[in-house]
């Protein structure tokens, strides 16, 4: 089931919380919502699951708008909020039993319903155990499991991976991952590397607005520009090595580092040096002991585009 934002504007008084955006996410994608506190990201998906009305523009899930069928909505959304909204004092059986019942479950289906969920979201141990006895991890995949319980077509996670160690944080992932192949999920995070993993796609929010919307790749490539090389030579005088790199026709910039014989070259937009940086070491006798490409991080694309 396919989601698709058109103009959408949230004001609250004259503060515009999200400023006329438009996405859309296809059915068996992972979108990866990223942005800086306060960016419109929660404002958007409390919007999309039909808690908040847009002062402006329009949302649909699947055929359904927000406004007109926000009933036929609910029933196709499973939502995970930053803060679970978990019953401490129920066993995870009885939570979901409870969970089932307000989805509109029926009776028969309850328990076969109750059983997939603790097996998919790795409960099996914990099943009869109250919840708030339980780990962070263990209530996420609770909150994961109350969210899936009524085999919704959309899943909108708000930081599902907050508060968690490492392995907790990979198994999530995992989990979100097998969740994805099936149905239209929103991720929001501000764990970069977990996006990355998780999502097939990013959308970068920052102040209201979509400053980028791709792949990792392709925000990388638009984010690069110019190529970046770290390199190595040796049998070389370093001052001789800079000066003769510095004349190469292609190349922009020679940032000599601290560690000896590391250079980092900067190419000029759309050209690449690494032909003549090799025939330079071969015609002047130098030995290159390395050439590698310098990846444009995720990180410094956020930073770049959310910090102005």
């Known amino acids: 089931m396919d989601i698709k934002i058109e103009n959408f504007t949230k004001k609250y008084g004259p503060q515009k919380a999200v400023d006329n955006i438009s996405f859309k996410v296809k059915t068996g994608e992972v979108l990866g919502f990223l942005g800086p506190n306060g960016a419109g990201k929660t404002t958007t998906m409390k919007a999309i699951t039909c808690f908040l009305a847009p002062t402006f523009g329009k949302i649909y899930v699947g055929d359904y708008s927000i406004k007109d069928n926000p009933q036929e909505i609910k029933k196709r959304i499973g939502y995970v909020p930053e803060q679970n909204p978990l019953y401490p004092d129920m066993t995870v059986v009885d939570y979901l039993y409870f969970v089932a ?80 192949r099936e149905k239209t999920v929103i991720l929001s995070s501000h764990i970069l590397a977990e996006v990355e993993a998780t999502c097939d796609r990013i959308l970068i929010i920052n102040k209201g607005k979509i400053v980028a919307d791709g792949t990792s790749d392709e925000l990388r490539k638009l984010s690069q520009g110019k190529e970046l090389l770290k ?33 980092e070259v900067q190419s000029k937009n759309e050209t690449s040096s690494k032909r003549q940086i090799f025939e330079l070491c071969v015609k002047n006798g130098w030995i290159l002991m390395e050439m590698t490409p310098v990846e444009t991080k995720l990180e410094d694309i956020f930073r770049e585009l959310t910090l102005n």
Request: proline letters at 4%; one cysteine or more.
């Open 231 to 263: 390199i190595c030579i040796e049998n070389a005088d370093k001052n001789s090595v800079v000066t003769s790199l510095q004349e190469l026709d292609t190349v922009d910039m020679v940032d000599p580092k601290e560690t000896e014989n590391y250079y």
């Open 101 to 180: 019942e307000l989805q509109d479950i029926s009776k028969s289906q309850i328990k076969t319903r109750i059983l997939e969920m603790v097996r998919i979201c790795g409960l099996e141990g914990e099943k009869h155990k109250k919840i708030g006895e339980l780990s962070k991890g263990y209530k996420q995949r609770v909150g994961l499991a109350q969210a899936l319980i009524h085999d919704p077509e959309v899943l909108i996670l708000d930081e599902p991976t907050s508060g968690l160690d490492p392995n907790q944080i990979v198994e999530i992932r995992e989990l979100i991952k097998n969740i994805g």
